[in-house]
């Protein structure tokens, strides 16, 4: 297998964990759910959005996947195993459930 396959496959298992957090944070703001289940995942979202935005807004991953030949030229999660017509909503879809799921867990944090 190629490299550009397991960089490919490294990206859609971090997009399953990191979608997999975003949605436990939203079940826990509507549930009011706490623990360390709920930590790990802000942790990992809050970490998700640092590296995105500091790397202007791109996942460091798909430079990676266009410097082993990647020939899509998407910015929108080029090396990830969806239809770009899909890639291209992943940063909208999951960066607004992840800042409900956040400002509802600090809402409720705040207000006790």
């Known amino acids: ?62 430079k990676v996947a266009r410097q082993l030949g990647d020939a899509t030229g998407n910015d929108f999660i080029a090396d990830i195993f969806l239809p770009e017509r899909f890639a291209r909503l992943i940063p909208m879809v999951c960066g607004g459930l992840a800042v409900i799921g956040l400002l509802i867990v600090g809402l409720r944090l705040v207000m006790g």
């Open 1 to 62: 297998m190629s490299a550009l396959f397991w960089i490919k496959l490294l990206h859609t298992l971090v997009f399953i964990v990191e979608s997999a957090a975003i949605l436990y944070i939203l079940y826990s703001g509507l549930f009011n759910v706490g623990g360390t289940g709920l930590v790990i995942a802000v942790i990992l979202v809050l970490a998700e959005i640092i590296v995105y935005v500091g790397n202007g807004t791109r996942c460091p991953l798909t």
